[in-house]
């Protein structure tokens, strides 16, 4: 049995340890416990953990402690009165994911005198941001793309950040941004201290580290093979995108659904689906890197407050979305990669709740299926719903193989080149192309413009050979009986 400890057992100052309790925290997990006092000591990190495993604090309490403790060096303090720019900088690969770390820098700083946080996006006015970075900063969070803009007009000084923190790497590097973080850090002083968060280390994020990082420490404590004992795992066979919405509409309709999270392959999807169900009475909006800030604002904000009831997002917007009372996720669009699967799934179970997460699968979809199932090397069980069941016999299906590389792998049924594939449309996906703070469409996305209104949408299409050409009518805000406020 392991080894209860708490945050006062870490060596963090009275300050943090008080603001830990307020949130109700008690005890550390398991990548706190590692990580915290290996920074508080000043030496760099990589580490890998999970979803959900606690990691933004494991490096927002060492950020505050090196800020109080610099605060308490009255030659620091007063020399810091003429300094400007920040003294930490975290990069995040998205928006959402930005402003959940700048919650919790206040949260955990809540008793921190004059804690000055400030975030640095894409899609948000850039006046507001250049007067944040005018002045003295303790925290500066980002997305890599729009702090190199600030750095290229010299609006944002990065000469006196004494911590660096990559949180998700991996992500970042996938969505393009390699070149973007090398320049910042070329920009940050070299006797920093550097800590990166990521899914692996293998290939290009293990190069980036050894360019970074001096001499790190490497802390493992969860993997993609992890078995989320308090997530159950249901994978449903559907014949056609009929079935697969008859069987979607049935799950939202369940007594025990709090709030679910609906995954769809691109940002087109993510409207079109959203639409279709709002159309039928539910609380329901989409996220996705294409929309404002303010309106992704608006909707995390409703969500929080159980206003929606379903919210239908890509990947890349999710990311960051720590709310408890999702109960459900549900994959109506595969993800592009099998390492996805385990963060889409890590939305749900938490706060030490049980969750359930929900694959709908059609035959081309069985690639795909079977590189995640040999990516976390754990079968996901098969069920079907009493009068919905598949009318075409089970795709074939082998056994996870523990130990391979499922990304690297040959691709399966109906994908003979091992590209990720849109499930909707059965063909290979591009490689996402990096927008500031987020996804820009992808190539197969034919993503529709978006119309001016907070939540009002491009009209829903669904794109199937064949299909009418769509109305450009524009389509009438919500809500319906029942729908999301706005």
Known sequence: MKARMTFANLGLHEVLTKAVADAGYETATEVQM??????????????SSSTGSGKTA??????????????????????????????????????????????????????????????????????????????????LISTPGRLLDHLQTGKAVLDHVELLVLDEADRMLDMGFIDDINTIADHVPATRQTVMFSATFAGHVGRLAQNLLRDPQRIDVASHTDTHENIEQRLHWADNHNHKNALLDHILTEREMEQALVFTSTQRDADWLADRLAEMGHAVASLHGGMPQGRRNRVLQGLRTRQLKVLVATDVAARGIDVPSISHVINYGLPMKAEDYVHRIGRTGRAGRNGLAITLGERM??????????????????STIAGLEPKSPEPR??????????????????????????????????????????FAPRRDENFAPRSSGPFDRAPARRPAEGAPAPSRAPFKARPRTGGFSR
Do not use: C, W
């Open 34 to 47: 590692k990580a915290i006092p290996v920074a508080l000591a000043g030496k760099d990190l990589m580490v």
């Open 365 to 382: 979809d069985t690639g795909m299926i079977r590189r995640i199932q040999q990516f976390t090397t754990q079968n996901i069980p098969v």
């Open 58 to 139: 494991s490096f927002i309490l060492p950020a505050l402690e090196r800020i109080l403790t610099a605060r308490a060096d009255t030659t620091q303090k007063r020399d810091r009165a003429t300094v400007y720019g920040p003294r930490i900088l975290v990069l995040t690969p998205t928006r959402e994911l930005a402003m959940q770390v700048a919650k919790a820098a206040s949260t955990y700083g809540r008793h921190v005198q004059g804690l000055r946080v400030a975030t640095v996006v894409g899609g948000v006015p850039y006046p507001a941001q250049i007067k944040a970075l005018r002045g003295p900063l303790d925290i």
């Open 397 to 438: 299906m082998y056994a996870p193989r523990p130990g391979a590389d499922a990304d690297r792998r040959p691709g399966g049924f109906g994908n003979r080149s091992g590209a990720p594939v849109n499930s909707r449309f059965g063909k290979p996906a591009f490689a996402p192309r990096r927008e500031e703070g987020g």
